[in-house]
């Protein structure tokens, strides 16, 4: 199974309303509430590519609870005890919940059915937080809010190291995933990527400022940078340069996003850039977090560089894509993925 | 005891941002959650001036929960059950919860301590709305979001009239607040008059819209639109011209707001004008809550005209006043009350 991190975990509302106006008052027409942070996120597409995954980090209070019955609701399994560490191995071999009955077994990556996402968050006494996406219907135009998050307890996080080294026995990789809750010291990620590492399980990390900065001098496996937060942690604006200087301050393999310019990988074994056949309109919530899905389920099956990077490329250009964001277009996965272009790069500084 | 409807009841959010900007994402920097809607509003000025209060109307889901549980933390009788019915006669003869025990036999409209509020809310299936509040820390500016609230179901609207009923015997005064929810036909705020006026109860309306046009003809004793509402009801800028034709429509009095230039009250015996002693800088958000509860709690003490609209105006410039929004500034009040200016006006049309 892969795990992923999410240490402040969101209930995410999406909101429509005609137009946002400052300080004015609004009737929203719709409301939709989904399970959120990007670790959620990343096993999300994890599960729809057909990878087994379980998901740690905290939950807490009313809004919590929601979250985590949400999160049931997304997976087949939902109905069976979610005890992670009661579950190892894949789900490929698991019947469907409710049967369609003619799928063949499952082809990771190509998989319809929905692997299972085990919830492993440890319970807090605080309220998990809500982000509010606030969606101009007109333009598609998003408003963000993020609330900060619950005050983690030390006694809090000493409860979730232990869970997390229990869970770390039994995943093929793990990602650590988005911002840090208050109460939370800014060097997290690294005491989490040190016993990644001791335990041989690829370790990802995927968030910005200075936990990424304290992060990366614990080499994790890969970072996966966007040109600003690049550019907040190397000073360049220059992708290979600042790419190469992120290797640099110890992450092995970085993937640096480009936005609709697609990915550019520099490796331990050469460099690459990856391409989607054109840009395309939409929403790019979430683009980072199927891309995150895409290099953790190609790493886990054994897929060569160039492969990953494809598979990523296509998946956040079919997030962008798909109308409800963060999740992606299938359909649009399928047909763009072949069109992907890859070249290689040279790294000589 | 004094009975207020809320229909569409609310987990009021306040958010906090140094300043919003469409399309922007914004780290929110504090947050705050009370149980809201107008009613609720009200029966929470009603209790800080030592009137027991029971609130009915609808709530449901995870956010129904989080409002009953922070509307039991506003009662000094929290721990007691909730049935509305065993709780008859005023709190005035009741213990503090936690003793000051300094304090002597409480006066109404002066009590420090405040009276209980009975939740005697309908349980539905669907979701507790909620709103946003999102200030402005530089300007203290608010521009609000608000959900639509819950589909309520005929069999939920027919517990609730039963349940309306029942409390309507022990009430001495109710109110009836606020926007319709989703499902609730337009004319159901008639639907309440009716029983009210049977019962010999007086009974406030405040809404607006269609929900009020129709309310209207069942003959409420009171409606308190604002300047904008009675221009939408009857077609009408001029207050006084306005607040004439409401009456011919069916209301026996109206008091019309004024904001910040006080309150028109056309009755029965006569018509006055209360005005602050100067204008206030603040957020006006449930200064008109605080003048329905103003007005509620004169009527029921047997206050003269004057002296209920006085109570309303200081209550409402205390309001806006308040750093809390919604909540009013008790010694702003108690020093506005006999400040408050008011006139007689000739009403021949």
């Known amino acids: 199974m892969i795990l992923t991190v999410t240490l402040n975990t969101a209930l995410d509302l999406t909101y429509g309303v005609p137009e946002l106006v400052p300080h004015a008052s609004h009737r929203v027409s719709d409301v939709a509430e989904r399970p ?4 959620l996120n990343v096993a999300r597409v994890l599960s729809a590519l057909g990878h087994e995954t379980v998901v740690t980090g905290f939950a807490g209070g ?28 894949g789900a490929s071999g698991a019947a469907p919940a409710s049967g369609a ?19 492993a968050l440890v319970t807090v006494a605080g309220s998990t937080r809500r982000t509010i996406a606030v969606v101009d219907r007109a333009t598609g135009d998003t408003t963000q809010l993020n ?34 809750p208050p109460g939370i010291h800014v060097g997290a990620y690294a005491e989490l990527i040190r016993p990644a590492r001791a335990a041989d399980v690829p370790v990802f990390l995927d968030t910005s400022g200075e936990p990424l900065r304290r992060g990366i001098a614990a080499r994790p496996d890969l970072i996966k940078p966007n040109a600003d937060e690049l550019a907040q942690l190397t000073g360049s604006r220059d992708p290979l340069r600042a790419t190469r200087d992120a290797r640099r301050r110890g992450a092995h393999t970085v993937v640096a996003s480009l936005g609709p310019d697609g990915m550019l990988a520099v490796t331990p074994v050469g460099a690459w850039q990856a391409s989607p056949p054109a840009r395309v309109p939409g929403n790019p919530t979430g683009a980072g977090d199927s891309a995150v899905a895409g290099l953790l389920s190609g790493l886990v099956e054994g897929l060569s560089w160039p492969d990953r990077l494809r598979r990523a490329v296509a998946l956040s250009t079919a997030t962008v894509l798909s109308p409800t964001a963060g999740d992606f277009d299938r359909a649009a996965y399928e047909e763009l993925l072949p069109r992907v272009g890859v070249e290689e790069r040279t790294t000589a500084a």
């Open 36 to 39: 959120g942070g990007k670790g």
């Open 62 to 89: 009313a809004t919590g609870t929601v979250l985590r019955t949400l999160l049931a609701e997304l997976s087949p399994r939902a109905a069976i005890s979610a005890d992670a560490t009661s579950a190892p191995g």
């Open 101 to 119: 009955g003619d799928t063949p077994a499952p082809t990771p990556g190509f998989d319809s059915s929905p692997a299972p996402i085990t919830d």
């Open 147 to 180: 609330e900060p998050g619950p005050l983690i307890s030390a006694d809090e996080w000493s409860a979730f190291l232990a869970r997390y080294e229990e869970l770390l026995a039994g995943a093929d990789a793990v990602a650590l995933c988005g911002s840090l």
